[in-house]
T-cell receptor, first 116, second 116 residues
Framework: DVKVTQSSRYLVKRTGEKVFLECVQD?????MFWYRQDPGLGLRLIYF???????EKGDIPEGYSVSREKKERFSLILESASTNQTSMYLC???????????????FGQGTRLTVV | AQSVTQLDSQVPVFEEAPVELRCNYS??????LFWYVQYPNQGLQLLLK??????LVKGINGFEAEFNKSQTSFHLRKPSVHISDTAEYFC??????????????FGKGTHLIIQP
């Protein structure tokens, strides 16, 4: 079974703190993604990566950065947390489309971040 | 750019009744289409996907969906729902432009509420 593991289910951080959300996948997937989920807005793509040390901005990258030093690990960084970053954060991974026609994304359980 | 519209934010249905969750997409190129389900406090799980071939696709838990290119729709159906189907359902699209990792674009979700 593909497993995508997010390091924390729940986090509470203070405004201005630097926050790291970690994600690890065990299926040698090239692609990794970070989404945030908010009621009434669905899932919105923050950043994605299709290879080690490669990153691309998604739809809402402001206030976030990412790091992919190893293929299996993709970190989301909130440089200075703010209350409007309180949300559910979901990590996902998938094989590259060119390698196989299967572009299914596998998701972690999510991290519910509250910034106070 | 691709986009996804889920026309209903909430759908209440009686147990054992049929249900249809609507999804329309817009894209200038060929697409891959997905339905994901999210049970309370969990990540997203793939229900079914359309990549190519037959326009009627069957998924897990008795769900099926039909790809209609002329109407740019991918509606999800189940002939008889169970209380355990109560969840949030997300339609998603990925453009089939080959290569890369553009990520999935999600609709805002439909909350399926099963009433006894």
């Amino acid at each position: 079974d593909v497993k995508v593991t997010q390091s924390s289910r729940y986090l509470v951080k203070r405004t201005g703190e630097k926050v790291f959300l970690e994600c690890v996948q065990d299926m040698d997937h090239e692609n990794m993604f970070w989404y945030r989920q908010d009621p009434g807005l669905g899932l919105r793509l923050i950043y994605f990566s299709y290879d080690v040390k490669m990153k691309e901005k998604g739809d809402i990258p402001e206030g976030y950065s990412v790091s992919r030093e190893k293929k299996e690990r993709f970190s989301l960084i909130l440089e200075s947390a703010s209350t409007n970053q309180t949300s559910m954060y979901l990590c996902a991974s998938s094989l590259i489309r060119a390698r196989l026609m299967n572009t299914e994304a596998f998701f972690g359980q999510g991290t519910r971040l509250t910034v106070v | 750019a691709q986009s996804v519209t889920q026309l209903d934010s909430q759908v209440p249905v009686f147990e054992e009744a049929p249900v249809e969750l609507r999804c329309n997409y817009s894209s200038s190129v060929s697409v891959y289409l997905f339905w994901y389900v999210q049970y309370p406090n969990q990540g997203l799980q793939l229900l079914l996907k359309y990549l190519s071939g037959s326009t009627l696709v069957k998924g897990i838990n008795g769900f099926e969906a039909e790809f209609n290119k002329s109407q740019t729709s991918f509606h999800l159906r189940k002939p008889s729902v169970h209380i355990s189907d109560t969840a949030e359902y997300f339609c998603a699209v990925s453009e089939g432009s080959g290569g890369g990792a553009d990520g999935l674009t999600f609709g805002k979700g439909t909350h399926l509420i099963i009433q006894p």
